[in-house]
C-alpha cells in the first residue's frame, strides 16, 4: 500500500507542471532509501548529476553524505528515506525561489505522511526553513531536536549541516563543522537503535 502510495505520487511529480523548473529538468529527483524508514532527510533541491541519474544525494555532496552516514553507522539504504524539498533542479543549482518551494511542498508533505518518520533530518538551511522559524541560523541549532511543530506533531526534527558546505571545511578538529556533524549524526543513529 505505501509503495502504491508513493508509486502513484512519484508519477505525478513526473507529469507536474507547476512551476517553470519542468521545462529544464532531465529526470525528477523523488527520493531514495527505504520506504520503511524511521529517519527521513530532506536535503535542498538536485543538482546536475541528480538531475541526470534520478537520484538524490549522488554527487560530490552525496558521497561526502555517505561517507558521513558510514562513519556514524546508519545505512543509507535501510535506515534512510531520501527527498529533496524540491523534485526538480534548479538552473545552476541557484537556491530554490518561494515559489518553487511553495509549487512542491504538495509532494514533500505527501512523502512525509506517507512514510511516518519518526525523525525527519533536516539537511541545510532550505530544508530548514521549510519546517522550522525562518529566523533560526543552522550555524546555531544544528544538532537541536525541534518537537511539536504544528502539523507534524510526535516527529523530531533535527537539521545539520548540509554536505555541499563541508565539501569546502576541510578540518576534522574538535568543534569544527564536520567534527560537529559527525557528532550530530551519530546522535540521531543513537535515537532509532
Ligand atoms: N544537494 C541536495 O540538497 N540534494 C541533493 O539531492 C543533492 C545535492
Redesign the pocket.
Known amino acids: 500500500m505505501t509503495f502504491e502510495k508513493l508509486k502513484n505520487l512519484e508519477k505525478e511529480a513526473q507529469q507536474c507542471e507547476c512551476c517553470p523548473l519542468f521545462a529544464t529538468r532531465n529526470n525528477i529527483?523523488f527520493s531514495d532509501g527505504s520506504n520503511k524508514a524511521k529517519i527521513m532527510l530532506i536535503?535542498?533541491?538536485?543538482?546536475a548529476d541528480?538531475d541526470k541519474l534520478g537520484k538524490?544525494?549522488?554527487?560530490r555532496?552525496?558521497k561526502l553524505l555517505n561517507e558521513f552516514l558510514r562513519s556514524a553507522g546508519i545505512n543509507r539504504d535501510e535506515d534512510l528515506y531520501i527527498a529533496?524539498t524540491l523534485k526538480c533542479r534548479p538552473p545552476e543549482n541557484r537556491k530554490p525561489t518561494k515559489e518553487e518551494k511553495k509549487a512542491c511542498e504538495k509532494f514533500l508533505q505527501a512523502q512525509i505522511e506517507i512514510i511516518k518518520p519518526k525523525i525527519i533530518v533536516l539537511?541545510?538551511a532550505?530544508a530548514m526553513e521549510s519546517f522550522l522559524d525562518k529566523k533560526l541560523k543552522i550555524s546555531k541549532v544544528r544538532g537541536q531536536i525541534f518537537e511539536n511543530i504544528k502539523g507534524y506533531e510526535g516527529i523530531k526534527f533535527i537539521p545539520v549541516l548540509?554536505?555541499?558546505y563541508l565539501l569546502r571545511q576541510h578540518s576534522t578538529e574538535i568543534n569544527s563543522p564536520r567534527n560537529l556533524t559527525l557528532k550530530d549524526l551519530i546522535m540521531i543513529k543513537n535515537l532509532i537503535k
Open positions: 529527483v536535503g535542498e533541491a538536485p543538482g541528480e538524490p544525494f549522488v554527487g555532496a552525496g529533496n539537511c541545510g532550505t548540509h554536505p555541499s
